[in-house]
């Protein structure tokens, strides 16, 4: 897996939750803890753009729990372990490659967040973007993942 990946908004409104009873180990729901511990450790580092932070500040308005917290201090104070990215231009060639993919529109700017030089990961439980993840790796050096 790329060392660098972009997180989808919906793992993290799904990790927005409160932590108030013990997990069982192998669910989902520590599963996405599991990624945002990794991501506050330096194991992964996160790519997000201004197009995204917007999103993640809409969709999760009021964080839950600690490890959302932390991630929104992340991103606000850490320029050493996030890293701000956007594919410049995207242009109707990159778009057709998407679509070709199956990759669907409304996500194109998660997309772009994750096209890097060198490649890198978009974490997601999306079917929809997870069934795209070979197109998109030929495409654009971008794999798509489930959080583990």
Same mark, same amino acid.
Request: hydrophobic share 35%.
């Given at each position: 897996?790329? $060392?660098?990946?972009? &997180? ?15 997990? /069982?180990? #192998?669910?989902?729901?520590?599963? /996405?803890? $599991?990624?945002?511990? #990794? ?18 500040? /809409?969709?999760? !308005?009021? !964080? ?18 996030? *890293?701000?990215? +956007?594919?410049? $231009? ?11 993919? $199956? ?5 194109? #700017?998660?997309?772009?967040?994750? &096209? /890097? !030089? #060198? ?16 197109? *998109? ?6 794999? *798509?993942?489930?959080? +583990?």
């Amino acid at each position: 897996m790329p $060392r660098e990946c972009v &997180v989808d908004t919906t793992v993290l409104q799904k990790a927005n939750a409160p932590l108030n009873r013990e997990l /069982r180990e #192998h669910s989902q729901f520590a599963s /996405r803890l $599991r990624l945002l511990t #990794h991501l506050m450790e330096g194991r992964l580092t996160l790519l997000v753009s201004s197009k995204l932070f917007q999103e993640y500040r /809409r969709q999760i !308005p009021e !964080p839950r729990n600690d490890k959302i917290k932390a991630l929104f201090e992340l991103i606000s104070s850490r320029p050493d372990r996030v *890293i701000f990215n +956007w594919k410049p $231009r995207w242009s109707g060639a990159d778009r057709e490659k998407a679509r070709g993919c $199956r990759y669907p529109k409304e996500d194109d #700017h998660v997309l772009r967040t994750a &096209v /890097r !030089p #060198h490649g890198a990961a978009i974490i997601t439980e999306e079917q929809r973007m997870l069934n795209a993840d070979s197109c *998109i790796y030929r495409e654009f050096r971008v794999h *798509i993942f489930e959080p +583990w």
